[in-house]
């Protein structure tokens, strides 16, 4: 991991617009540490407690996760932020409480390629 940082809800923070309002704001951003030749990548991560697993707010923001990561593979970075040139960027709800536990989870998501 390069970097990360905790999101906020707020004007100025990070957010993603899904099909309903109002915009959601992931827990986390983390800019993963490649290998020179590999292109960069950028997690975007929200986390749920095993109380909301299922909770239709839960899967909302898990459909709308799975949009943004095709959309963040298929848009240029040019387009939606400097900084982030030639970066694949998901986005991931981990849910603690499912067949793992969200931290292993997280740690699976910064090893891969």
Do not use: C
């Not at 993603?16 to 290998?35: L, N, S, T, W």
């Amino acid at each position: 991991m390069l970097w990360w940082f905790r999101n906020e809800v707020g004007e100025d923070s990070f957010k993603v617009q899904g099909y309903k309002r109002p915009r959601i704001f992931p827990d986390f951003v983390v800019q993963k540490a490649q290998e020179r030749k590999a292109q960069p990548a950028v997690l975007v991560v929200e986390t749920k407690g095993r109380h909301l697993v299922g909770n239709p707010d839960t899967e909302y923001k898990r459909d709308v996760a799975s949009y943004f990561e095709k959309a963040g593979k298929a848009v240029s970075w040019q387009k939606l932020g400097e900084g982030f040139e030639n970066s694949t960027f998901r986005f991931q709800v981990l849910d603690q409480g499912e067949d793992e536990d969200w931290k292993e989870a997280l740690r699976k998501l910064l090893e891969e390629d």
